[in-house]
């Protein structure tokens, strides 16, 4: 099977500071569930960032279904089929939900009526209906978090990633994203995920990549993870590797 995304030696600098991302080669096939980890500032949100076009790498390559996107049309159409749930916060707080979703739909030249359908799906999926008219800024965190996974599906991407979604989200809150995640991959979705949480990476992932300064220093299945390391917690692989890495 060809790969939906693949980069080759990927590096991202910022200034004069030591690359982010530093030299990352990865392959994702289509309709896989990818957990992204590593300690804080590994280089996650930008290697999620450059692999969603939001970032320019500064070296290396990146190919979608083994095409390089060169230029300004071929972006915009590949970007019809990505979606994007930032770390921080990313939608209008002066705006409903549904006004927000309404309007991160309307680039896609979708019709009103099947744009509307969408919202009110994605509206009961994310258990957002009674919410909808709540101005964004006057939702709680877990509120807000969905809001913005609502929207980043709102195009119906093939591909969506997302930084952190359960952050700071209470066990019901997570574990309906969890659901959102399996039902994405039921509908051959692939989804790059970041977190903190490795739980999580191991009910859901089919691969795993593990950062640490910017260099891919694992890429396997959870299973594969934990018999390598000899443990049944993802965490103590996340320690098992740092420690060898300093
Ligand atoms: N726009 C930027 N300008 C300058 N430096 C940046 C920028 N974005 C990220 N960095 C730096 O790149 C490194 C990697 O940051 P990144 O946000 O990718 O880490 P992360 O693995 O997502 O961390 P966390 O777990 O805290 O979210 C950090 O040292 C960070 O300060
Ligand atoms: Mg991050």
Redesign the pocket.
């Known amino acids: 099977m060809r790969p939906i995304i693949e980069t080759h030696q990927l590096v991202k600098k ?1 200034g004069r ?1 030591k690359p ?1 991302v530093n030299g990352v080669s990865l392959r994702i096939y289509p309709g896989q569930v990818i957990g992204l980890i ?1 300690p ?7 290697l999620q960032r450059m692999l969603s076009t939001v970032l320019r790498p500064t070296d290396g390559a990146i190919k979608y279904n083994g095409r390089h996107v060169r230029n300004g049309i071929q972006k915009d159409r590949l970007r019809r089929n990505i979606g994007y749930v930032p ?1 921080g916060d990313c939608l209008y707080g002066d705006l409903t939900i549904e006004e927000n979703l309404l309007l991160f739909s309307e680039p896609y030249g979708i019709k009103k009526k099947v744009r509307k359908a969408r919202i009110e799906n994605l509206l009961v999926r994310l258990e957002l209906t009674e919410r909808r008219n709540y101005l964004v800024r006057n939702l709680s965190g877990g509120m807000a978090k969905r809001a913005s996974i609502a929207a980043a599906l709102v195009h119906n991407p093939k591909i969506i990633f997302m930084d ?1 979604v359960t952050m700071g989200l209470d066990p019901t809150s997570r574990l309906r994203i969890w659901e959102l995640v399996k039902e994405l991959k039921r509908d051959h979705v692939t989804v790059i995920m970041t977190t903190h949480y490795l739980n999580e990476v191991q009910s859901l992932c089919d691969n795993v990549f593990i ?1 640490s300064k910017g260099i891919l220093v694992e890429d396997d299945t959870p299973e594969a993870l934990l018999e390598k390391y000899h443990t049944d917690d993802l965490d103590d692989v996340i320690q098992k590797v740092i420690k060898s890495e300093l």
């Open positions: 910022f500071n982010a590593g804080n500032s590994s280089g996650k949100s930008t770390q952190e950062l």
